[in-house]
């Protein structure tokens, strides 16, 4: 065989060959979030885009697509080329409760996606409105249970984990706690500082605010552990309700994507969640940055499909 032939095979190989990790990427980088701009989940997308635009020297842009509880985005993420240059940032409800809470679902959570590194977590917490008349996490149960149906949640609105987890603390508390859905975190904060409801297991950087006007008091955390930012609030298990749930922001990308590329996503943005300037990014808005391998993601999946099915079927929890 000639130089030349050798040579002119060897290009057509490579042209046949699909991009490898250290070709990639090639073109902007797209991220979709399903939800509108200012949330958990496109803070975290736009955190992490604009590390990764520096790392990557391509251009990251977010794309928010609403609409059908995340099923318009997530769709789109699962049809996909899945060469690495679109990605998923996206929580609980589109990743683990909708295949549980719809009857038609047109995407798979876990065949449609390969989980990459879960990004944040922001802190739910317990909160009642000032006036209500209990001010711990066990006077809260006590009052529940000598009050049955007179007192009433908000939430983000149907399946939202503001509604789960608080189900949740029915069912491991033996109480009734009626549901007020609300079209979104915020306004079912509002609804809450208001005396509309008189609780709520809501973000702690939604109710922070109103915690600082005196209008909402801290019961108690859904977390296994405390946090720095209130050492001296208990955890809701310190209250013997065994509830623990963060409303945390992850990196997907469509299933078929090459280990390579995965892998060197994972790296990448794993790297920048561990850095100061990532704390103190993700501090300032009252998440923490909670970064975890691939298999380690993989699996706390699988056991929030496992809690939070038996929580929708225990409740009776349903979109309507």
Do not use: C
Request: glycine fraction near 10%; charge should be negative; proline fraction near 7%.
């Amino acid at each position: 065989m000639t130089r030349k032939l050798a040579t002119a095979l060897g290009a057509l190989m490579v042209g046949a060959t699909p991009a490898l990790a250290d070709d990639w990427p090639t073109q902007t980088v797209t991220i979709i979030v399903p939800y509108a701009p200012g949330g958990i989940a496109d803070i975290a997308a736009r955190t992490v885009g604009d590390a990764m635009s520096r790392e990557w020297g391509q251009e990251v842009v977010v794309d928010n697509r609403t609409g059908g509880a995340g099923f318009v985005a997530a769709t789109a993420v699962a049809r996909a080329d899945p060469d690495g240059h679109t990605l998923f940032v996206a929580d609980a409800g589109v990743n683990v409760v909708n295949p549980f809470l719809f009857d038609d679902v047109p995407y798979d959570p876990e065949a449609d996606f390969r989980p990459i590194t879960m990004i944040s977590d922001t802190p739910l917490v317990l909160s009642a409105n000032v006036d209500a008349p209990f001010d711990t996490t066990e006077e809260f149960v006590e009052y529940a249970i000598e009050n049955p149906g007179e007192l009433s949640f908000g939430s983000a609105g149907i399946g939202s984990l503001n509604h789960i987890v608080p189900e949740w603390i029915n069912l491991e508390a033996g109480i009734d706690v009626e549901h007020i859905p609300y079209d979104g975190g915020a306004p079912a904060a509002t609804a809450l500082a208001s005396g509309e409801v008189e609780v709520g297991v809501l973000a702690l950087s939604s109710v922070g605010p109103y915690v600082d006007s005196g209008e909402v008091k801290l019961l108690g955390l859904a977390r296994e552990d405390r946090v720095g930012s209130h050492p001296d609030l208990p955890t809701l298990m310190e209250a013997g309700i065994d509830v623990a749930a963060g409303q945390w922001a992850g990196l997907f990308a469509p299933s078929a994507v090459s280990d390579e590329i995965a892998e060197q996503i994972e790296a990448d943005v794993t790297a920048f969640l561990e850095t100061d300037d990532a704390a103190e990014t993700f501090g300032e808005r009252g998440a923490i940055v909670s970064p975890m391998s691939s298999s380690d993601f993989a699996e706390l999946l699988e056991e929030l499909r496992d809690q939070y099915s038996g929580v929708i079927e225990g409740a009776g929890i349903t979109p309507d």
